[in-house]
């Protein structure tokens, strides 16, 4: 994982936007920059140094996962070890990420010798385009989720509740590796299917029942995500023209899709199906 060559990326960009520099407070980013895991964490990056900050907690971890850069631990608040930190690198217009910085946090951090800009999308703007090794990872997540799921429909049987069969995805998912869901695990049967976000209750399975299963995998950080639908039993003749018809639609989104193709194109492809 080329952590530095990402940093470097931001650091050229801070210079290129005449800034003195960019605190990174989405943890996300700051994982993506440093290879930290914990869940506090902000970096502070200027044209040529880096400061990466957390608590007593982490003070062991980011030894480990972050030995290539200046580490600041703190006992108190950020907000003053932040600007410590902005007076002794001679920091005072500092760019933020407005997503990841609440307004407690901005009222706290403000002080008269620093000027805080907000920016969107700056690491974002990196993590869009995938390295080898991140595509590889979001590639073991699926294959993890795919797994999970050949292995959950062959369990089903009549009377298992959504709750179950949800507890089953995510357990076999851990036993395959995954160190998490990657969002809460949506089960529905019947009825239930027609909620996009159903959360998994006490219905139970019957025969002819529809099946939706919505889950995903994390591995190193990245997440997969899919939703398959399947049918316990025979289902109702309407409910099978319906899959059909959903089905081609999504093979026609899939067929759209080549480099320089809107999202929006591809989504009008799958919908003049429907």
């Known amino acids: 994982m080329d952590t530095s060559g990402r940093r470097r990326r931001i650091s050229a960009r801070v210079v290129e936007l005449d800034l003195d520099g960019l605190l990174v407070t989405r943890l ?24 990466f900050l957390t608590d007593g907690r982490y003070a062991q971890q980011s030894m ?7 580490c ?22 500092v760019a933020f990420e407005s997503a990841g910085v609440t307004h407690k946090t901005f009222t706290d951090i403000s002080s008269p010798g620093i000027e805080l800009i907000p920016t969107t999308n700056e690491v ?11 595509r590889d990872h979001l ?22 509740s959504e709750a179950e069969v949800g507890f089953e995805i995510d357990l076999a998912s851990r ?10 695990t949506i089960v529905a049967f019947g009825e239930n299917a027609a909620e996009p976000h159903h ?8 025969r002819g029942d529809i099946v939706k299963l919505d889950f995903g995998c994390v591995v190193e950080g990245y997440h997969s995500d899919m939703t398959r639908t399947v049918a316990f039993g025979d289902p109702p003749p309407r409910l ?35």
């Open 139 to 160: 590639r073991a997540a699926q294959s993890i989720a795919d797994d999970v799921f050949d292995l959950i429909v062959g369990k089903l049987a009549e009377g298992m």
């Open 72 to 93: 600041r631990i703190y006992t108190g608040e950020f907000p003053t070890v932040f600007h410590e930190v902005c007076a002794g690198l001679g920091v005072s217009r």
């Open 240 to 274: 099978r023209e319906v899959y059909e018809v959903v089905r081609a639609a999504q093979q026609a989104g899939v067929d759209a899709v080549s480099a320089g193709v809107t999202g929006a194109e591809a989504d009008r492809a799958a919908r003049d199906v429907i």
């Open 175 to 184: 036993r395959a590796g995954a160190t998490g869901p990657a969002f809460d």
């Open 199 to 206: 959360r998994p209750g006490d219905r139970r399975l019957g």
């Open 28 to 51: 996300p980013n700051v994982r993506y920059l440093t290879g930290f895991t914990g869940s506090n964490a902000q970096l502070l990056l200027t044209g040529t140094d880096a400061v």
């Open 124 to 134: 974002e703007l990196l993590r869009w385009v995938k390295d080898d090794e991140e």
């Open 64 to 70: 480990r996962q972050v030995p290539d850069v200046a």
